[in-house]
């Protein structure tokens, strides 16, 4: 058994059209920003909707499409872990954000249910 889980499954839209790199390995990496939507009822009954950007990062391999064909508003089913990032402003303040790196990672052509 498992001491403890990062896990994050996430089912959205690319906000731009990926970043891709390649490393020396000959490997590439894919940076996108992927829009996942949940809708919810207010206090007053009032249906909502709230968009939330979550920071994705992918490397060629197993569980891997071809990354040329994602582009902005590609439909992603993504399963990952979160990983946080340091940074410094260009003030030289410390700052942390979290990205996903995808462990697996579907193009879907139709919405599916779920």
Sequence with gaps: MEKSINRVELKGN??????????????????????????????????????????????????MPDFSGIKKGSLLYVTGRIKPVQYQTKSGVEKQTYEIVAVSLKHLTADIPG
């Design 14 to 63: 690319v906000g731009f059209d990926p970043r891709i790199t390649q490393l020396e390995e000959g490997i590439s990496v894919m940076k996108l920003s992927l829009a996942t939507n949940e809708s919810y009822k207010n206090r007053k009954g009032e249906w909502q909707e709230e968009t939330v950007w979550h920071n994705v990062v992918a490397f060629t391999g197993k569980g």
